[in-house]
């Protein structure tokens, strides 16, 4: 479990000399408490307890502050004779070995603090990464699908034109050449749509996401002959251009996998509005998925998919179908942007 230092306490830093000075005096009153149904019990990790919390929200001098008191908490109230502070040797070095060893713990946590923030920090850096890559991959995408549809395909449709008026001009005494030319052309021309499809499906920017996954549906079971139901409850669902692509992606990703993994026969795609999120389900009755395999992080297309839902503030979960197969439930919130919706 991550533990953030509030900002508080690295603004004003009394207040944490003050909360680890609460929480001495609440390790005391613990300990008090079970001196009362235990005979003589090991007092000292209760307060190591309260070092440990001091150090982490206020670092290691505060520790230091927090293994000083506490070790006069000890010896004053817990160590004969009781509610007396000496100068004997034998109490001093007991205080100066507590306070040691508290130090070193402080030293140890403040360094696990620092460790964790860098980890964080680091991870930061590598989602926003991941995010602006993706941002830039999604709109090369887009300019080359664009280029390839609009300039290449243009460059076809005139070619294809040229043959047909070709065609007239030598009338009865065509010959089969040109035929077969024009059908190449034509088969060129869907090629190039597929492709461009594939890079960006126009109908993502022109009509919004809900209209490009019943498209994806529509182009899978055309492509892969595997039945594809398309369900949506609310197609007024609307998200910022960021979270649309990256559930299309997820979408089509998941559908990808079914194609080469899961032997279905058919395959269900529900959209639904539901408390604020947008709901998107994948169930497939196919031979299913080893879950524990995933868990281990060694299903690359799945963990790209987990990446995409995090960097949008979603959340992805795989799981079992009815009777088998597969379902992949991607939940996204609909009210947030996407700049406050990302998961850290």
Same mark, same amino acid.
Not at 30 to 55: E, H, K, M, N
């Given at each position: 479990?991550?533990?953030?230092?509030?900002?508080?306490?690295?603004?004003?830093?009394?207040?944490?000399?003050?909360?680890?000075?609460?929480?001495?005096?609440?390790?005391?009153?613990?300990?008090?408490?079970?001196?009362?149904?235990?005979?003589?019990?090991?007092?000292?990790?209760?307060?190591?307890?309260?070092?440990?919390?001091?150090?982490?929200?206020?670092?290691?001098?505060?520790?230091?502050?927090?293994?000083?008191?506490?070790?006069?908490?000890?010896?004053?109230?817990?160590?004969?004779?009781?509610?007396?502070?000496?100068?004997?040797?034998?109490?001093?070095?007991?205080?100066?070995?507590?306070?040691?060893?508290?130090?070193?713990?402080?030293?140890?946590?403040?360094?696990?603090?620092?460790?964790?923030?860098?980890?964080?920090?680091?991870?930061?850096?590598?989602?926003?990464?991941?995010?602006?890559?993706?941002?830039?991959?999604?709109?090369?995408?887009?300019?080359?699908?664009?280029?390839?549809?609009?300039?290449?395909?243009?460059?076809?449709?005139?070619?294809?034109?040229?043959?047909?008026?070709?065609?007239?001009?030598?009338?009865?005494?065509?010959?089969?050449?040109?035929?077969?030319?024009?059908?190449?052309?034509?088969?060129?021309?869907?090629?190039?749509?597929?492709?461009?499809?594939?890079?960006?499906?126009?109908?993502?920017?022109?009509?919004?996401?809900?209209?490009?996954?019943?498209?994806?549906?529509?182009?899978?079971?055309?492509?892969?002959?595997?039945?594809?139901?398309?369900?949506?409850?609310?197609?007024?669902?609307?998200?910022?251009?960021?979270?649309?692509?990256?559930?299309?992606?997820?979408?089509?990703?998941? !559908?990808?996998?079914?194609?080469?993994?899961? *032997? @279905?026969?058919?395959?269900?795609? /529900?959209? %639904?509005?539901?408390? #604020? $999120?947008?709901?998107?389900?994948?169930?497939?009755?196919?031979?299913?998925?080893?879950?524990?395999?995933?868990?281990?992080?060694?299903? !690359?297309?799945?963990?790209?998919?987990?990446? *995409? @839902?995090?960097?949008?503030?979603? /959340?992805? %979960?795989?799981?079992? #179908? $009815?009777?088998?197969?597969?379902?992949?439930?991607?939940?996204?919130?609909?009210?947030?942007?996407?700049?406050?919706?990302?998961?850290?």
């Amino acid at each position: 479990m991550e533990f953030t230092r509030p900002l508080i306490f690295d603004e004003r830093p009394l207040l944490a000399y003050l909360a680890s000075a609460v929480m001495v005096a609440i390790a005391t009153a613990l300990t008090a408490l079970l001196w009362l149904v235990v005979d003589r019990p090991a007092s000292a990790p209760i307060f190591i307890a309260a070092i440990v919390l001091s150090a982490m929200i206020g670092g290691f001098r505060v520790g230091v502050f927090a293994a000083m008191m506490g070790g006069l908490a000890l010896d004053y109230f817990f160590i004969q004779p009781f509610y007396q502070l000496t100068l004997a040797s034998d109490d001093v070095l007991r205080w100066v070995f507590f306070v040691t060893e508290g130090t070193v713990v402080s030293w140890i946590t403040e360094k696990l603090s620092l460790a964790s923030a860098e980890l964080n920090s680091s991870r930061e850096e590598l989602r926003e990464l991941t995010r602006h890559q993706q941002t830039l991959r999604e709109e090369e995408q887009k300019r080359i699908a664009r280029e390839i549809h609009d300039e290449l395909g243009q460059m076809l449709t005139g070619l294809k034109l040229d043959i047909h008026l070709m065609k007239k001009k030598v009338g009865a005494g065509m010959p089969t050449d040109l035929d077969d030319l024009s059908s190449q052309v034509d088969a060129t021309i869907s090629s190039v749509r597929r492709i461009a499809s594939e890079l960006r499906p126009s109908i993502l920017d022109d009509f919004g996401l809900i209209p490009a996954l019943e498209w994806q549906a529509g182009e899978f079971e055309s492509k892969f002959g595997i039945d594809c139901a398309f369900v949506c409850t609310d197609e007024s669902v609307q998200l910022d251009p960021e979270a649309e692509a990256a559930v299309f992606r997820i979408v089509q990703e998941a !559908l990808t996998n079914i194609a080469r993994h899961a *032997r @279905a026969s058919s395959v269900c795609v /529900t959209v %639904e509005n539901a408390d #604020g $999120d947008l709901r998107v389900a994948i169930e497939d009755d196919g031979v299913g998925i080893d879950l524990e395999k995933v868990k281990k992080g060694r299903s !690359l297309g799945i963990v790209g998919m987990r990446e *995409r @839902a995090r960097l949008i503030g979603a /959340t992805l %979960e795989l799981g079992t #179908g $009815d009777g088998s197969g597969t379902v992949v439930e991607l939940a996204v919130p609909i009210s947030a942007p996407a700049a406050q919706r990302a998961v850290l």
